[in-house]
Every structure is written in structure tokens, then in C-alpha cells.
């Protein structure tokens, strides 16, 4: 059996910021990889170049040096292959819940009635089939995440990066978006890159974290989250899941103070 390689992978990527009377290096040297069907979390102090990092990767952004490749090509524009969700969730406020889902099908001009049936299924993986024809300022902050999600995934990218997508939402809506989102990606395995704030929220979903460096930012460290799948609530109180929820702390602590690990 052959095995395969990463599915996206980061080269020694450098981001400045700059005019003619200032410049901000905001990435320096990051250089990591994704294996296929894998979650992967990047944490980091505030300011550390994480979303950045992320438009990057998704073609938004071209690094100032460096290179990102997708299945071992460069990586120079936005692609089909890779979908982006956002802390907001930018969606077309005259537009039903089925038409915003749908809306990357009718740029790709499939017909209507596959369309539709693909953005359906979408809302039923979740869970919004009900709320197929009202407009995002019916549905509560969650709901429109979902369907900013279903947005991105009705197109079946091979790539999802998510970029703190629950940070604006309060804490128990975010503790019930995590478990949709495990259950979502259970259900889908694709490869997620995904910014957040939460170590919870980082050792629940990820296979690997990534810890990233004060600004200009690099990853310094990586921890296997080594739980089990499928997870469950008992896990949250584990002491393997307390254990490596400190460990990402103390490491976040080094990084704050400056101290690279």
C-alpha cells in the first residue's frame, strides 16, 4: 500500500506589511504540513499572524517569500479545492438559506435542479433543512455559521480552513457548534486547517496543534492530541485531555513571554 503524502504543505513562508514609512513582518519562516482527512488547529497570542497564515494557505493572500503547495503544486490564487469560513459569516442578506448554499454551485453553472438538491443535502448534514427558505436575519448567530459552513462544503472542497468561525458567538452556542462541527467532519473527513483562541476547543477537535510564535509569527511546536475518535463529553474531563490542554498552555505561556521553545 502506498502512502500518501500531505495534502497541503507550507515552505518558509514570510508575510511584511509595508509602505514607504512603515513595515510589519507578520509571518516569519512558518513552515508546517497537512496530511489528508487530518484536523489541524493553529493557536497563537493575539496578533501572531494566524488568519493571516490561514489567507495565505487559501490563496487570499501572497506571501512576501515562501510557498505553499496543494498536492504538490504552487499555490498562487484562490481554488475550488480549498473553501474558507470566516468569523463572520458574510452571507447574502436577501438571499434564502437554500440560495446562499447554493450560490458556489451557480458560479460552477450546474443546473438548477442538481443544484438545489446538492445545497439540501447540505442543510440536512447540518442540520437547517427546516430553515431552507428564510433569510439569515431569522436565523439566530449559530445558524447563519452553519449555513456559512454548508456553503462552503456543498462544493466538496478537499480543504477547509476556518478561521476562528465561532469566536463571535457566546459559550455555550460555540460548545454545541464544536460538537456539530466534529460530527460534520466525522461524517465528511475533509482536511481542516482551523485558526482558534479556545485550547479546549483545540485538543476536542484536532489531531495535531500547531503553536505559533509571537509576531512576526512562526510554529514553534506541535502537539499530537493522541484521543481517541470518535470523541465524546467524557473525554472533556479525561486526564490525557487535562493533560494536554496544559501542556498547549505552557507553551502558550513560553511563547508570550517571548521564550521560544
Not at 494566524?50 to 504552487?74: A, H, N, Q
Request: glycine share 6%; with cysteine.
Amino acid at each position: 500500500m502506498i502512502e500518501k503524502g500531505p495534502l497541503l504543505v507550507a515552505e518558509h513562508l514570510q508575510m511584511i506589511f509595508g509602505s514607504a514609512d512603515s513595515r510589519l513582518e507578520a509571518l516569519e519562516e512558518a513552515t508546517f504540513s497537512v496530511m489528508p482527512n487530518e484536523f489541524v488547529c493553529l493557536i497563537g497570542p493575539s496578533g501572531c499572524g494566524k488568519s493571516t497564515l490561514l489567507r495565505i494557505l487559501g490563496g487570499l493572500v501572497v506571501p512576501t517569500s515562501g510557498t505553499v503547495l496543494l498536492d504538490g503544486e504552487p499555490l498562487t490564487e484562490p481554488q475550488q479545492r480549498i473553501g474558507v469560513v470566516f468569523q463572520h459569516h458574510n452571507l447574502m442578506p436577501w438571499r434564502t438559506t437554500l440560495a446562499n448554499v447554493r450560490l458556489p454551485l451557480e458560479i460552477q453553472r450546474l443546473p438548477r435542479d442538481e443544484a438545489d438538491q446538492r445545497a439540501l443535502a447540505m442543510l440536512d448534514l447540518v442540520g437547517l433543512r427546516e430553515f431552507a427558505d428564510a433569510l439569515p436575519r431569522d436565523l439566530s448567530g449559530g445558524m447563519r455559521q452553519r449555513v456559512a459552513l454548508a456553503r462552503e462544503l456543498v462544493y466538496d472542497p478537499d480543504v477547509l480552513l476556518l478561521d476562528e468561525p465561532f469566536g463571535a458567538l457566546d459559550a455555550l452556542t460555540r460548545e454545541q457548534l464544536n460538537w456539530e462541527l466534529l460530527r460534520i467532519w466525522q461524517a465528511r473527513r475533509t482536511t481542516v486547517v482551523m485558526v482558534t483562541h479556545s485550547i479546549q476547543e483545540a485538543v476536542f477537535l484536532s489531531d495535531r496543534v500547531l503553536v505559533m510564535s509571537p509576531r512576526p509569527g512562526s510554529i514553534e511546536c506541535e502537539v499530537k492530541i493522541d484521543l481517541p475518535r470518535p470523541r465524546s463529553t467524557d473525554d472533556l474531563y479525561a486526564p490525557r485531555f487535562l493533560e494536554l490542554s496544559r501542556r498547549l498552555r505552557a507553551a502558550l505561556a513560553q511563547e508570550s513571554e517571548g521564550t521560544r521553545i
